[in-house]
């Protein structure tokens, strides 16, 4: 079965520290660009971070630069989104996705995983 999932999400307090990971199973995600999108409800899906499949070009949104870093490891087939510094407007549901290119539509889609920022 072809999927990919995150993990890492949680609880944290803002000015804190999250590191979400998505893995990839049934397939190899060294052949794509890697996404990552949050969606809070109510609210339209939003491109937070991407990464090339070499790894050499990632790029951000506004609202996460300098804050949000993302990366991957090919031989272990996950993508990282470490985000730093975080503010209760993050708050959302992240999903990961897989496409042939940071601005093409996704192939794969993950479940997603909820983080809260909150005291």
């Known amino acids: 079965q072809l999927q990919l999932v995150e993990s890492g999400g949680g609880l944290v307090q803002p000015g804190g520290s999250l590191r979400l990971s998505c893995a990839a199973s049934?397939?190899?995600?060294?052949?794509?660009?890697i996404g990552w999108f949050r969606q809070v409800p109510g609210k339209e899906r939003e491109g937070v971070s991407c990464?090339?499949?070499?790894?050499?070009?990632?790029n951000y949104a506004d609202s996460v630069k300098g804050r949000f870093t993302i990366s991957r490891d090919n031989a272990k087939n996950t993508v990282y989104l470490q985000m730093n510094s975080l503010k209760p407007e993050d708050t959302a549901i992240y999903y990961c996705?897989?496409?042939?290119?940071?601005?093409?539509?996704?192939?794969?889609w993950g479940q997603g995983t909820q983080v809260t920022v909150s005291s």
């Open positions: 990464i090339s499949s070499s790894g050499s070009i990632p």
């Open positions: 049934g397939f190899s995600l060294n052949y794509y660009d």
């Open positions: 996705a897989a496409s042939l290119g940071c601005g093409a539509s996704p192939i794969y």
